[in-house]
């Protein structure tokens, strides 16, 4: 859990994504100060004006291909450095595959699994064993609904999330020893530009509630957070459905 009064210095991978900028703003009005890892110079300095204008300390930017592993250490080495320590980490980089074209491209379905879980397994190690040394901090991972459960129209996705869920639950068992807190937050259809192909609905949700929720979330030092709450209770239905029933749904969420 964070304290109120804390100075926090956070790490965020993927600080260009709507709901990090969202969640990011919040840190912010706290005083935070911030490492910010993206894609886009442009989008980068974006988000660090607008956070140093909600109130940051400090934004640090840093330009990186997640999908470089062996980048990843020195990455986390040079935020610690900028910031004199690191006391939370947010991962939420990641795209929304093309199912259609993971089924017959199999080096596009590769870089999607390295990109939505292999970089995260990655970064994960680095700071979980920083974290564990220092005895102390938050890392926080966007994973997904759509890990609850393999649905035809985003099994590729989805069995990427479901392992970045499931690695971050191993994760958050080894390092409670630590008192280090690891939180899995679970968004539903949130809308972002990963999601602007998509069709609206009543479901769907906007970056800044569910920012807000990711906020409170790491704060409090939450385990597993559906966002917005109500998914919670979506997959829980969708889990308990038969495999008979189920595989005669067409489920888009």
């Known amino acids: 859990m964070i304290e109120e009064s804390q100075m926090l210095k956070i790490l965020v991978l993927g600080a260009t994504s709507a709901i990090a900028h969202e969640t990011m703003r919040h840190f912010a009005q706290d005083g935070a100060r911030f490492y910010l890892v993206g894609r886009s110079v442009p989008k980068l300095g974006s988000v660090a004006h607008d956070l140093q204008t909600h109130g940051a300390k400090q934004t640090e930017t840093y330009l990186a291909d997640l999908n470089d592993l062996s980048q990843h250490e020195a990455l986390l080495q040079r935020a610690i450095t900028a910031l004199e320590g ?3 980490v947010f991962i939420a980089h990641g795209t929304l595959s093309d199912q259609t074209r993971a089924q017959t491209d199999v080096d596009y379905l590769a870089s ?9 397994a990655s970064l994960l190690t680095h700071t979980a064993n920083y974290m564990e040394a220092q005895k102390r901090g938050v890392i926080a991972v966007i994973s997904s609904v759509a890990g609850d459960r ?4 985003n099994y590729v996705y989805g069995s990427a999330m ?3 869920t499931a690695f971050v639950s ?12 690891v939180i899995t937050i679970k968004p539903g259809l949130i809308d972002t530009p990963m999601t602007a192909h998509l069709k609206r609905g ?3 949700a906007h970056p800044s509630l569910v920012g807000e929720h990711i906020y409170r979330a790491m704060k409090r030092g939450e385990g597993v957070v559906y966002t917005p709450s109500f998914w919670r209770y979506i997959m829980l239905i969708i889990r308990a459905l038969p ?9 888009s969420a």
């Open 86 to 88: 690191v006391d939370a």
């Open 112 to 120: 999607e699994l390295m990109t939505n879980f292999t970089s995260t």
């Open 150 to 153: 393999g649905r035809a129209s």
């Open 162 to 164: 479901a392992a970045k």
């Open 170 to 181: 191993g994760l958050r068992n080894r390092l409670a020893k630590a008192g280090v807190q």
């Open 202 to 204: 009543r479901l769907m």
């Open 243 to 251: 495999e008979a029933i189920f595989k005669r749904m067409s489920l």
